[in-house]
């Protein structure tokens, strides 16, 4: 069992900052991947970012490499979504998400959501123009 809990969403001007943490409990979460979809109004959920236990692999949406990193904690149990150079088409739902089967596959596995087990509430980001 794996839970997630979201903080950090909130509202930010176009071209500014935000950080996003997802906090989770469970013995199995150091071995986990774990990714970051969004989610806005009327749109299919679309992969964000995901990283590998170690964190030392990542990927990225095309739409924001080189404006956002993740990274994770896990001595925490913490991952983190910074998010810089923030644009309105940011603006959505996001989710962090846990797959603890210990599965390694290439971006494709990582990208796609059926791809994890266990799902965060979500938390709202709006970007202002």
């Known amino acids: 069992q794996v839970q997630l809990v979201e903080s950090g969403g909130g509202l930010v001007e176009a071209g500014g900052s935000l950080r996003l943490s997802c906090a989770a409990s469970?013995?199995?979460?150091?071995?986990?991947?774990v990714g970051w979809f969004r989610q806005a109004p009327g749109k299919e959920r679309e992969f964000v970012a995901a990283?590998?236990?170690?964190?030392?692999?990542?990927w990225y949406a095309d739409s924001v490499k080189g404006r956002f990193t993740i990274s994770r904690d896990n001595a925490k149990n913490t991952v983190y979504l910074q998010m810089n150079s923030l644009k309105p088409e940011d603006t959505a739902v996001y989710y962090c998400?846990?797959?603890?089967?210990?599965?390694?596959?290439?971006?494709?596995?990582?990208?796609?959501?059926?791809?994890?087990?266990?799902w965060g509430q979500g938390t709202q980001v709006t970007v202002s123009s």
């Open positions: 998400a846990a797959d603890p089967s210990g599965k390694y596959s290439s971006s494709r596995y990582y990208s796609t959501a059926t791809s994890y087990s266990y």
């Open positions: 469970g013995r199995t979460f150091s071995s986990s991947s």
């Open positions: 990283t590998t236990r170690s964190g030392v692999s990542t």
